[in-house]
């Protein structure tokens, strides 16, 4: 039987691992610009002077006969099946996986983010100054700790509306309050900042709540849930044209332990995984299984040398039990690195990954 035709959109998490499990099994083409993966996890060590936190694409892609076209999708026509290039391709697809994923909302001229941490680090290289991080959730937290640690003569301040840290314990926040605290980050909770413009700062980082990236989605009458995600079932076709699958943080995706599963590397790559999986069930005539997942914890690095391990339950919500310092801090480089290892699995023995706990 001759294979499927796979376009893979995106080139993250979800995409990539989805893309290489595929490989074996059907006839892959990756779209996605960048010649390179980029660890967005390790974005706020990048702003800090990591000098890199990227991998070839190639490196992985090549070996596993993946096709990678290195243009962007400008159009999708669900209707005659085919995905548009800016380059002026027209690629046919028997299935999509659309694996475009999520940014921060464009703060304007006057303000960073975590994706453009490379142009924020040549910026703190001009000298001492203040630096204002608006965001309180786990990216804001990071991003303000890493620079503290590695830019002693800069001032960081950390403006959240709410409190910091909303999704962990109270033992958790306590020991996130005492690390940037001890870095000298001055912290602002319960201040709403509606601009860049509000904050007097000589560079500011907007760290606030991430948006999926659904535009060629919506364009092509793609059924999106209220918050502008992709609406999925539970093998992670999309409700509308379910020959195109949706996954990582453009989905709206949702287990009966978890729930609505929020935008993270941790759901990304099982979606990734979970999504491959079902294609190759469908094509043998088989039907798809349900996704299964459930939160076991949540890992923040607070600097180098300190971090915060917080149990969880299945739904993200909570324990009381922590770990914290430096053995919380090389546990969240391990978990760091166990992504990228991941990838390289499923680039030398895709069939493996099913295997991998929490990977089904």
Same mark, same amino acid.
């Given at each position: 039987?001759?294979?499927?035709?796979?376009?893979?959109?995106?080139?993250?998490?979800?995409?990539?691992?989805?893309?290489?499990?595929?490989?074996?099994?059907?006839?892959?083409?990756?779209?996605?610009?960048?010649?390179?993966?980029?660890?967005?996890?390790?974005?706020?060590?990048?702003?800090?002077?990591?000098?890199?936190?990227?991998?070839?694409?190639?490196?992985?892609?090549?070996?596993?006969?993946?096709?990678?076209?290195?243009?962007?999708?400008?159009?999708?026509?669900?209707?005659?099946?085919?995905?548009?290039?800016?380059?002026?391709?027209?690629?046919?697809?028997?299935?999509?996986?659309?694996?475009?994923?999520?940014?921060?909302?464009?703060?304007?001229?006057?303000?960073?983010? $975590?994706?453009?941490?490379?142009?924020?680090?040549?910026?703190?290289?001009?000298?001492?100054?203040?630096?204002?991080?608006?965001?309180?959730?786990?990216?804001?937290?990071?991003?303000?700790?890493?620079?503290?640690?590695?830019?002693?003569?800069?001032?960081?301040?950390?403006?959240?509306?709410?409190?910091?840290?909303?999704?962990?314990?109270?033992?958790?926040?306590?020991?996130?309050?005492?690390?940037?605290?001890?870095?000298?980050?001055?912290?602002?909770?319960?201040?709403?900042?509606?601009?860049?413009?509000?904050?007097?700062?000589?560079?500011?980082?907007?760290?606030?709540?991430?948006?999926?990236?659904?535009?060629?989605?919506?364009?092509?009458?793609?059924?999106?849930?209220?918050?502008?995600?992709?609406?999925?079932?539970?093998?992670?076709?999309?409700?509308?044209?379910?020959?195109?699958?949706?996954?990582?943080?453009?989905?709206?995706?949702?287990?009966?332990?978890?729930?609505?599963?929020?935008?993270?590397?941790?759901?990304?790559?099982?979606?990734?995984?979970?999504?491959?999986?079902?294609?190759?069930?469908?094509?043998?005539?088989?039907? $798809?299984?349900?996704?299964?997942?459930?939160?076991?914890?949540?890992?923040?690095?607070?600097?180098?040398?300190?971090?915060?391990?917080?149990?969880?339950?299945?739904?993200?919500?909570?324990?009381?039990?922590?770990?914290?310092?430096?053995?919380?801090?090389?546990?969240?480089?391990?978990?760091?690195?166990?992504?990228?290892?991941?990838?390289?699995?499923?680039?030398?023995?895709?069939?493996?990954?099913?295997?991998?706990?929490?990977?089904?």
């Amino acid at each position: 039987m001759e294979k499927q035709q796979v376009v893979v959109v995106g080139a993250g998490y979800a995409g990539l691992m989805a893309a290489l499990r595929l490989a074996p099994h059907t006839r892959v083409t990756l779209v996605e610009p960048n010649t390179v993966f980029t660890e967005r996890v390790r974005l706020h060590e990048r702003a800090a002077g990591r000098p890199d936190v990227t991998h070839p694409l190639d490196a992985l892609t090549r070996r596993a006969g993946i096709v990678h076209v290195a243009a962007r999708a400008t159009r999708l026509d669900p209707a005659d099946r085919r995905i548009t290039t800016d380059d002026g391709r027209r690629l046919r697809y028997d299935r999509l996986v659309y694996a475009l994923g999520s940014r921060t909302p464009d703060p304007g001229e006057r303000a960073y983010t $975590p994706e453009t941490a490379a142009e924020l680090h040549k910026r703190l290289l001009d000298g001492p100054g203040e630096l204002t991080v608006v965001g309180g959730g786990l990216t804001g937290i990071e991003l303000a700790a890493e620079i503290a640690e590695s830019q002693r003569a800069r001032k960081v301040r950390l403006v959240t509306g709410g409190e910091i840290g909303t999704g962990l314990s109270a033992t958790g926040r306590a020991h996130v309050r005492t690390a940037l605290t001890g870095l000298g980050v001055r912290i602002e909770e319960g201040r709403r900042v509606a601009g860049p413009e509000d904050v007097d700062a000589d560079a500011v980082v907007w760290a606030t709540a991430m948006t999926a990236n659904t535009a060629l989605a919506e364009a092509a009458g793609i059924a999106l849930d209220p918050t502008g995600r992709i609406r999925v079932d539970d093998a992670l076709r999309s409700v509308s044209h379910p020959e195109i699958y949706a996954v990582g943080d453009a989905a709206a995706m949702s287990t009966p332990s978890a729930g609505s599963l929020r935008m993270a590397c941790a759901t990304a790559l099982p979606a990734g995984v979970h999504a491959a999986s079902s294609i190759i069930a469908e094509a043998r005539g088989r039907r $798809p299984g349900p996704l299964r997942f459930r939160y076991r914890m949540q890992c923040v690095s607070l600097g180098r040398r300190d971090g915060l391990i917080q149990w969880v339950r299945a739904d993200d919500s909570p324990r009381e039990r922590v770990l914290r310092g430096g053995l919380a801090a090389r546990t969240k480089e391990q978990v760091v690195r166990s992504t990228v290892s991941m990838l390289r699995l499923a680039a030398r023995r895709p069939g493996a990954v099913p295997l991998v706990p929490g990977m089904s």
